[in-house]
């Protein structure tokens, strides 16, 4: 089945400890991104990749680091959490975006963090 | 800029009546807009999108959206609720950064609550 998963799917910790939220998917896309959700504010993207070894910065980049050692994953690193850092945390993936391309992103679960 | 208001936070409406969910949208580059819909507990899923064509698109279980190029709006509508369609929907438009890259830009949600 074509999926993109997530784990640990709740987390709670306390600040200031490094945590690490995985993120994989099966379908040899290429495009890979996170995302958090907070009430009132819809989703906003943390950090994207266009492919190995290639990632950028979102609109909240902040406090996260990412890497795209593999095709497949796309872990989200928080290397000194806060609790700002609280929040609803979505992993996505798309085929290559070309112009007239596939267009669609697929969601994982999410994964909720709580950081105390 | 781009950017996608999504006017109405709260949507309560009865079973079986229609309704509609509305998205605006500011764009400078071809518009490529989306509706997700997000069940309780659940990752996103992609709705309906408009890539280009005809200015009614359908989507899934029933919904359809209108592309409004005058008054840039992309609203969503079903003629008859159900239960189930409870959940939180997401107004999504391409964006384009200033490197060149794409990126995905969400309204802050509608919570569609369908009455028995």
């Known amino acids: 089945e074509a999926q993109v998963t997530q784990n640990p799917r709740y987390l709670i910790t306390v600040t200031g400890k490094k945590l690490t939220v995985t993120c994989s998917q099966n379908m040899n896309h290429e495009y890979m991104s996170w995302y958090r959700q907070d009430p009132g504010l819809g989703l906003r993207q943390i950090y994207y990749?266009?492919?190995?070894?290639?990632?950028d910065k979102g609109d909240v980049p902040e406090g996260y680091k990412v890497s795209r050692k593999e095709k497949r994953n796309f872990p989200l690193i928080l290397e000194s959490p806060s609790p700002n850092q609280t929040s609803l945390y979505f992993c996505a993936s798309s085929p290559k975006v070309v112009q007239g391309g596939q267009e669609t992103q697929y969601f994982g679960p999410g994964t909720r963090l709580l950081v105390l | 800029a781009q950017s996608v208001t999504q006017l109405d936070s709260q949507v309560p409406v009865f079973e079986e009546a229609p309704v509609e969910l509305r998205c605006n949208y500011s764009s400078s580059v071809s518009v490529y807009l989306f509706w997700y819909v997000q069940y309780p507990n659940q990752g996103l899923q992609l709705l309906l999108k408009?890539?280009?064509?005809?200015?009614l698109v359908k989507g899934i279980n029933g919904f359809e959206a209108e592309f409004n190029k005058s008054q840039t709006s992309f609203h969503l509508r079903k003629p008859s609720v159900h239960i189930s369609d409870t959940a939180e929907y997401f107004c999504?438009?391409?964006?384009?950064?200033?490197?060149?890259?794409?990126?995905?830009?969400f309204g802050t949600g509608t919570r569609l609550k369908v009455l028995a």
């Open positions: 990749s266009m492919n190995v070894e290639v990632t």
């Open positions: 408009y890539l280009s064509g005809s200015t």
């Open positions: 999504a438009v391409r964006g384009l950064r200033t490197s060149g890259t794409y990126k995905y830009i």
